[in-house]
């Protein structure tokens, strides 16, 4: 005969302040693992101009570190008791230090193989390896504290919930914010190194509106009749956006690191378990013979390509639909990230109503199914429409595909999160340890290794190629004001009769280090190339993440935890802890 049920008003658990706080600590530490983003995405590759194969050799790196730094920040935190709790202690000190790396990354110059400074390859490399060990140290107990905040496992899941929203929030503040931040910001530091050298009325915005409107000439052509030498003006527009950049990494940091350090400051821990005695490899055990548990990481690491999408849609806003236009990058990030991050953020407020209804493991599942057909569905659109998805007729569906893969991004992650919490009570109700940190770092761990298996393969794909080193200079100078936009080059050769078949099959036939067909400048790349380059970033944002979604959903199929079973799991741990301690007296 089973007990009854504790009533939820005498369950422990969290005060509406530390809900806000914890929901403003992880806006906080989203932001920040978004600038980081930016970093990996888009400042080393097209600001500073890094070879591809040395970018994905970085984060290769990084992601195997990783694999063995997360369980092992777990362990350390799992072992953790202080009269603070066993996660607050980090909470109120990493976020800073995360911030100091956050910056230190955005103070490299850029790379420049004439000058032979190959240091800041290798330099790049210690940063954003030291980077991932100190946001370990943050990202694992932000998460692993949710499930000590709260006995009442309902309350829990509405914690949780809330967290990932104000995560989306902070992800979309710095995805829609900080590269055309960024350029405006470049835009008055070329104003005012133009007004230093005695040229009062140049205007940068100005120069590049008329050079997108005037066939034959480039911004630095036209810079060059304002008084500047075009030699000189490049390589100044160059450092002036890295360092546009740097300034906007700072700004965001500092808020990032105000916000993230809430958590540690005002949040509570309820449950107060026996500090764990488990040796690193003891827990790398535990964790595979969990089944549960095993089934979420290896689905996580199985789908992690679907990461992809966050990584490489920047970049296609940024060249193919805006061209580098600071406004027009932010409508377009608005009609299509708003469509993205609106429907992540309205699915994960009713989540916890929706697993009231259908079990955990079905929702999950249908998350990764639902979403390869947005994903398979927008690149038979770039296919039959390669130069005309900006036409008003094709925005409106392809946003509306943005915004399911929104509603199935969200409802994934956020039951990733709560079914993670469940393995933890799992553990507990079946071993008598509660390893809140160590399985907590697994999400850590999944959602690093799906973003470096990523990167990997769409710097990977960049080197094969040529979109790298020399023709990245190239296209960054025809983007910033050549002859035509990407999309009236590849529409020129659609005209012609192509297809992306045909032009693949010429580009490569030619060889990617041997530009092929008609120049449309002598200094600039081919028609070819471009289309190529575009088409890897459609690519990467729809068909590999359309492969994550079927691989992820294998291992969770016959998943090991239903409802009834963790509600029966959920009463006996109740009437333990009133029976043999484990509630907090703080």
């Known amino acids: 005969m089973s007990k009854p049920a504790i009533p939820s008003s005498a369950l422990q658990t969290y005060t509406g302040k530390e809900r806000n706080m914890y929901m403003a600590g992880l806006l906080g530490q989203n932001m920040i693992y978004n600038i980081i983003s930016v970093f990996n995405s888009y400042y080393l590759a097209d600001v500073l101009r890094v070879p591809a194969w040395a970018i994905a050799a970085i984060l290769v790196t990084a992601q195997v570190w990783d694999a063995f730094n997360d369980p092992m920040m777990g362990t350390v935190a799992d072992r953790t008791k202080t009269k603070y709790g066993k996660m607050r202690p980090y909470l109120m000190v990493m976020p800073v230090i995360i911030g100091v790396m956050t910056v230190l990354c955005f103070t490299l110059p850029s790379y420049d193989p004439a000058k032979g400074n190959t240091w800041v390859i290798w330099l790049a490399g210690v940063f954003y390896i030291f980077w991932g060990m100190t946001y370990t140290a943050g990202d694992i107990p932000i998460w692993?504290?949710?499930?000590?905040?709260?006995?009442?496992?309902?309350?829990?899941?509405?914690?949780?919930?809330?967290?990932?929203?104000?995560?989306?929030?902070?992800?979309?503040?710095?995805?829609?914010?900080?590269?055309?931040?960024?350029?405006?910001?470049?835009?008055?530091?070329?104003?005012?190194?133009?007004?230093?050298?005695?040229?009062?009325?140049?205007?940068?915005?100005?120069?590049?509106?008329?050079?997108?409107?005037?066939?034959?000439?480039?911004?630095?052509?036209?810079?060059?009749?304002?008084?500047?030498?075009?030699?000189?003006?490049?390589?100044?527009?160059?450092?002036?956006?890295?360092?546009?950049?740097?300034?906007?990494?700072?700004?965001?940091?500092?808020?990032?690191?105000?916000?993230?350090?809430?958590?540690?400051?005002?949040?509570?821990?309820?449950?107060?378990?026996?500090?764990?005695?488990?040796?690193?490899?003891?827990?790398?055990?535990?964790?595979?013979?969990?089944?549960?548990?095993?089934?979420?990481?290896?689905?996580?690491?199985?789908?992690?390509?679907?990461?992809?999408?966050?990584?490489?849609?920047?970049?296609?806003?940024?060249?193919?639909?805006?061209?580098?236009?600071?406004?027009?990058?932010?409508?377009?990030?608005?009609?299509?990230?708003?469509?993205?991050?609106?429907?992540?953020?309205?699915?994960?407020?009713?989540?916890?109503?929706?697993?009231?209804?259908?079990?955990?493991?079905?929702?999950?599942?249908?998350?990764?199914?639902?979403?390869?057909?947005?994903n398979v569905i927008i690149f038979i659109l770039f296919i039959l429409f390669p130069s005309k998805l900006t036409d008003w007729y094709l925005m409106i569906p392809f946003a509306l595909l943005f915004a399911i893969k929104g509603i199935c991004l969200g409802l994934f992650s956020t039951l990733q999160t709560i079914m993670i919490g469940d393995c933890v009570d799992y553990e507990d109700y079946h071993n008598k340890r509660r390893p809140d940190a160590v399985f907590f770092s697994g999400q850590t761990f999944m959602v690093k290794i799906g973003s470096?298996?990523?990167?990997?393969?769409?710097?990977?794909?960049?080197?094969?190629?040529?979109?790298?080193?020399?023709?990245?200079?190239?296209?960054?100078?025809?983007?910033?004001?050549?002859?035509?936009?990407?999309?009236?080059?590849?529409?020129?050769?659609?005209?012609?009769?192509?297809?992306?078949?045909?032009?693949?099959?010429?580009?490569?036939?030619?060889?990617v280090s041997h530009p092929s067909g008609e120049a449309l400048r002598d200094t600039v790349l081919t028609g070819d190339q471009v289309f190529m380059f575009m088409a890897l970033l459609f690519f990467c944002v729809s068909v590999i993440p359309a492969i994550g979604n079927l691989l992820g959903v294998i291992p969770t199929w016959r998943y090991a935890l239903d409802n009834e079973q963790h509600q029966t799991i959920l009463k006996e741990l109740q009437e333990r802890r009133r029976t043999e301690g484990g509630l907090s007296e703080e």
């Open 144 to 374: 692993g504290i949710s499930s000590l905040m709260s006995e009442d496992a309902t309350a829990r899941q509405k914690l949780q919930a809330a967290g990932r929203l104000a995560s989306y929030i902070g992800t979309a503040a710095v995805v829609l914010g900080f590269q055309p931040m960024a350029f405006a910001v470049k835009a008055m530091l070329v104003n005012a190194e133009a007004k230093a050298r005695g040229l009062a009325d140049f205007d940068y915005n100005v120069v590049a509106e008329t050079a997108k409107k005037t066939l034959g000439s480039s911004i630095s052509d036209i810079a060059a009749n304002a008084g500047w030498t075009s030699g000189d003006f490049v390589n100044i527009s160059i450092e002036l956006e890295r360092k546009a950049f740097l300034y906007m990494a700072i700004a965001l940091t500092v808020v990032a690191v105000v916000t993230f350090q809430l958590v540690g400051i005002f949040c509570r821990e309820r449950i107060s378990p026996e500090p764990s005695r488990n040796s690193i490899a003891q827990n790398f055990k535990m964790m595979f013979t969990n089944k549960p548990y095993r089934q979420i990481l290896l689905s996580g690491i199985l789908g992690g390509t679907r990461n992809i999408t966050m990584l490489v849609a920047m970049s296609m806003v940024t060249f193919y639909f805006a061209s580098k236009d600071p406004k027009m990058i932010i409508l377009y990030l608005v009609a299509l990230g708003g469509g993205l991050f609106g429907g992540m953020g309205v699915v994960t407020a009713f989540t916890p109503k929706l697993t009231e209804k259908f079990t955990k493991k079905d929702l999950y599942n249908l998350s990764n199914l639902l979403e390869f057909l947005p």
């Open 452 to 511: 470096g298996l990523s990167m990997a393969i769409y710097y990977g794909l960049r080197a094969l190629i040529g979109y790298s080193g020399e023709n990245v200079r190239l296209f960054q100078q025809y983007v910033d004001g050549g002859d035509m936009t990407a999309r009236e080059v590849m529409g020129t050769l659609v005209d012609k009769g192509d297809n992306i078949f045909t032009i693949a099959k010429r580009f490569f036939e030619a060889g």
